[in-house]
């Protein structure tokens, strides 16, 4: 996720914020990995449902439940781009606060 986020650095998420409304885009999300068994990843929303999202010369057309998600790094990320589009239930959290290292605290937008 560089550049927004650096190595070492941590990040609270929040398991509530999806439960009144859905991810918008742009937010950064802990989401599960498709075809593994568990792994989380954090990522960035860059389409929801009904959505048209072009990258690399590629098109999604996202379905009613569906959502595109990338890494910030595009050259360097395994994500969307390479496995498709995830269901809702596959993002499990909002990041909103980076807390460590103290003197990198910040908020995420």
Do not use: H, N, Q
């Amino acid at each position: 996720m560089l550049p927004t986020l650096s190595p070492g650095e941590y990040v609270l998420f929040d398991r509530l914020a999806y439960r009144r409304r859905a991810p918008r885009r742009g937010e950064i999300v802990l989401a599960e990995e498709p075809g593994t068994s568990g792994r989380r990843v954090v990522k960035r929303v860059a389409g929801g449902p009904g959505e048209s999202v072009s990258l690399d010369g590629r098109e999604w057309d996202l379905g009613e439940d569906e959502y595109l998600l990338v890494g910030d790094d595009l050259a360097a990320s395994r994500d969307g781009r390479d496995w498709g589009p995830v269901g809702r239930r596959a993002i499990l959290a909002r990041g909103w606060l980076v807390y460590w290292p103290p003197a990198r605290m910040r908020w995420l937008s």
